[in-house]
């Protein structure tokens, strides 16, 4: 079953100069999808779209075939479709507790079910619950962003540039969670950089180009064409 379907999207932040140009994506259920592409080619921009964030001005987007395109952000996490921003994705003056709280409470989700399973997927942060969210080292911040966007139980989950700032180190850790994430029936969608680390546990990605999706392949294929590579992948940050 298609999880997130985005026909022919175009978005941008001023009305006639569109940033996303006719990008499509297929995203099947329970699939991890990366967004690659060179430096400034709209990936951000397209996701934000999907997430609400950024006005759409032609095609759809379908979250397992319920069209949502233009649908608020704060409308997004009821529908099944959770977000984690690049930046300022968690409070950083509340402690843990606080931050999988206020989620759950603006969310309407039993709190003591939904923050006991999350403290089982993320033993670390439950290990720290009382600590605040701006004391945490740059994975558990991520770490906690991803538990926060989780709170809702979304079908699909979507993150801009996840590995941003860290070490490759934490940026293994971080992607072996979002394995684990997956593994509990969450489709997921990242925009990347770090193509290495991203193709490392995709199934399929698409390539971004000049606001448009050039190619989309398995995980495998991508990493093995020269052409795509040299192309479209080059040497991005983070990319060793
Ligand atoms: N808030 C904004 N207002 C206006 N233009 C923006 C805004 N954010 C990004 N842009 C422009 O949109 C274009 C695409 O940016 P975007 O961040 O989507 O690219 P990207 O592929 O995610 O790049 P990167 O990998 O460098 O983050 C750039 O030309 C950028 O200057």
Redesign the pocket.
Known sequence: MTALRVEALEAG?EPGLP?VRGASLSVESNEIVAVL?P???????LIKAIAGLVPISAGRVLLHDREITGRAAHRLPHEGLGFVPQTENVFVNLSIDDNLDLAASILKVPKKRRLGELYALFPDLARQRRLLAGRLSGGQRQMLAVARALVGEPKVLMLD?PSAGLSPKLVGIVFEKLVEVRATGVTIVL?E?NVKAALAIADRAAV?VEGSTRVVGTARELANDPQVAALYLGHHRGDT
């Open positions: 932040y940033i592409g430096n400034g080619a709209g990936k951000s921009t540039e925009v950089q971004l």
